[in-house]
């Protein structure tokens, strides 16, 4: 529950909050790794990489706090050995987000499978994120 009240004291614009420990994010926290920008959508979900909160103890302030932290200017990020959270403006919205992030991680664990990925330049990635600010209106 602390997440989740600590999450919409931080962020007055969020009314959901979406935690789930679904397979491809999981697996890829549990390796302490955020998404890279190895693909444009990474920017719907608010920056140039999905980040991945250090671990703390389920239940505790101190897993708010570097939640809230690797939030911050972002509408999810994945939980080292934990999971993932989202946020939304509703809960469809939230949930969104989750099943993105999800996806994301997949193509992301996928695509490292066979190397690398490329990774698209910061200079493209604020181009992107400027791009999302009316995407879908």
Known sequence: WRIHVDIYSQFSETRSVVHVHSPYATAIACQGLGIPAFHYMVAAVGGENIRCAPYATFGTQELSNVL???LDGRLACLMENHGMVALGETLDLAIKIAV???????QFLLSSMIGPPN????????KVLEKFKNYGA
């Not at 993105?100 to 997949?106: D, I, Q, S, T």
């Not at 990774?119 to 604020?126: A, F, N, P, R, T």
């Open 68 to 70: 809230l932290s690797a």
């Open 100 to 106: 993105l992030v999800e996806e994301l991680c997949k």
């Open 119 to 126: 990774l698209i330049s910061s200079v493209e990635m604020k």
